[in-house]
């Protein structure tokens, strides 16, 4: 599996957007970007994945770069309750196997 | 919310004590894991299940034992606890419907246990 390199920490201010880079440069073809959050004492929350579009849902958006040696998340208006550890998680897909490896993160600050 | 409980959700023993975590999901999805997360040490897997009676080894395994006799329940059994062994302990489930979704990954609220 490719390895990740994130920011350890940011800050962003409530109402703006949260962007957080993920770097992945040794990324395969065949190999996905996962990002998940853990608010402090909960349990991880899956947020979104993609291969090579771009992709969005309820919560975020994410943008892979066309090499897709990088990617961003973004929050479009971080609140309070975004405030976590988020995780990019690059991961192959083989078969029956689906375990996933958490690197340390980026603690996102979202302030007043 | 992925219908998945764990209990006990606090728990404090002591050394050389056995103790089983029990994951508990209503949704009948195929593959559970059961996780420790450390300061410093990120979340880390310890087993996981890809159906009844199937299971294999995390990174993490020594000193534990999983057990699934049906669907909904995925036991972490603890056989002589330690202090090395306290931790927070996540269950988490995954049903894959794509090949992009296999990791699509949801976690329990954990599990809290002290070894003393």
């Known amino acids: 599996d490719a390895k990740t390199t994130q920011p350890t920490s940011m800050d962003c201010a409530e109402g703006r957007a949260a962007n957080l880079p993920c770097n992945h440069s040794t990324i395969s073809g065949n190999e996905y970007v996962y990002w998940y959050r853990q608010i402090h004492s909960q349990g991880p929350q899956y947020i979104i994945h993609?291969?090579?579009n771009n992709e969005t849902n309820e919560m975020a958006s994410l943008i892979i770069t066309e090499d897709r040696k990088s990617s961003t998340l973004i929050l479009p208006h971080a609140t309070l309750r975004d405030t976590a550890v988020y995780y990019c998680?690059?991961?192959?897909?083989?078969?029956?196997?689906?375990?996933?490896?958490f690197g340390t993160g980026t603690r996102l600050q979202v302030t007043l | 919310d992925a219908g998945i409980t764990q209990s006990p959700r606090h728990k404090v023993t002591e050394t050389g004590t056995p103790v089983t975590l029990r994951c508990h999901q209503t949704e009948n999805h195929r593959y559970m894991y059961w996780y420790r997360q450390d300061p410093g040490h990120g979340l880390r897997l310890i087993h996981y299940s890809y159906g009844v009676k199937d299971t294999d080894k995390g990174e993490v395994s020594d000193g534990y034992s999983v057990s699934r006799s049906k669907t909904e329940d995925f036991l972490l059994t603890l056989e002589s606890a330690t202090s090395s062994q306290t931790s927070v302990y996540f269950c988490?489930?995954?049903?894959?419907?794509?090949?992009?979704?296999?990791?699509?990954?949801?976690f329990g609220p954990g599990t809290r246990l002290t070894v003393l």
């Open positions: 998680i690059v991961r192959v897909i083989t078969g029956t196997a689906s375990k996933l490896t």
């Open positions: 993609g291969l090579k």
């Open positions: 988490a489930i995954s049903e894959p419907r794509t090949s992009g979704s296999l990791y699509t990954q949801y």
